[in-house]
């Protein structure tokens, strides 16, 4: 037997590469025994506020996980928070999501949003990504009301919150209740490895998952059922589909774009170095 590497899932839509490098026996052609979790056991009770005690970030720590891919501002808050891992690229795909309400709603736009709470998974790829799409549109920072809850679609639907920043399925699910978008939102991954994970044994994950977003690319029916495969046949056609882009290199430039970033607006109490928190070639 390889190598057994323990994978934790981000999101059953995005991560689709990861699965397929399973199912095709990708990873296994670059000698690797790959476990992969798909959610965490616990659900949405398990997404709670505090990313420390998430169920991917809590394995890691504990030994009992060696990689998962997370938002990439959360890569590098995780990082330098939690220690004992590194980002060791950036991940397959460049997420997709979107900003919604309900259909009754007055807000047509996102301006509409200031001072709005807006459910989120705090400090996650849509927790950020909201951010950027709402100051983009002049929202200053101060009047941005995001709040985390655990199940942001049942925030949603049942008037909990005025708004919610949804990825895939949810983002699906939300439209068959009636919701309605208000805007797209895009961002990056990071994957994050722990120390026990060589750099011999990180290039062959890359290579099998890159493998992966080839075959996906050229699969394009398949492509969107396995991605959307948690979200029912007919809605399926409208599902929004991450951008394939494969892993690449985290370049210190973008590093200390996102850095910067987050200190301006205090997401990290100090600036961590590159050498810190990524495992650069």
């Known amino acids: 037997m390889g190598r057994v590497i323990r994978?934790?899932?981000?999101?059953?839509?995005?991560?689709?590469?990861?699965?397929?490098?399973v199912e095709q026996g990708f990873f296994a052609d670059e000698g690797l025994t790959v476990e992969y979790h798909e959610d965490n056991p616990k659900g949405v009770a398990g997404r709670v506020e505090n990313f420390s005690e998430r169920w991917k970030e809590s394995q890691m720590q504990q030994g009992a996980l060696e990689v998962y891919p997370v938002c990439e501002w959360g890569a590098i808050e995780r990082v330098q928070s939690l220690g004992n891992a590194k980002i060791i690229g950036l991940d397959t795909t460049v997420r997709t999501g979107a900003i919604m309400v309900r259909a009754d709603s007055a807000i047509q736009t996102v301006t509409d949003l200031r001072n709005v709470p807006i459910a989120v998974t705090w400090h996650a790829g849509t927790f950020y990504a909201a951010i950027e799409v709402m100051e983009a549109a002049g929202v200053p920072f101060d009047e941005i009301k995001l709040v985390h809850a655990n199940d942001r679609l049942d925030a949603l639907v049942s008037g909990k919150t005025e708004a919610a920043a949804l990825m895939e399925p949810l983002v699906s699910r939300a439209r068959k209740a009636g919701a309605r978008q208000i805007a797209d939102l895009r961002w990056r991954g990071g994957i994050v490895a722990g120390e026990a994970v060589d750099d011999e044994t990180a290039a062959k994950i890359m290579r099998a998952l890159n493998r992966a977003v080839s075959w996906l690319a050229e699969n394009e029916e398949r492509s969107r059922d396995e991605l959307l495969r948690d979200v029912t046949p007919d809605r399926r056609?409208?599902?929004?589909?991450?951008?394939?882009?494969?892993?690449?290199?985290?370049?210190?430039?973008?590093?200390?774009?996102?850095?910067?970033?987050m200190l301006e607006r205090g997401f990290l109490e100090n600036a961590p170095s590159y050498e810190a928190v990524v495992r650069g070639k």
């Open 7 to 21: 994978l934790q899932s981000d999101s059953n839509a995005h991560d689709r590469p990861w699965r397929v490098a």
């Open 237 to 261: 056609a409208t599902g929004m589909l991450p951008e394939l882009t494969g892993v690449q290199a985290y370049q210190p430039v973008e590093f200390q774009e996102k850095v910067d970033w």
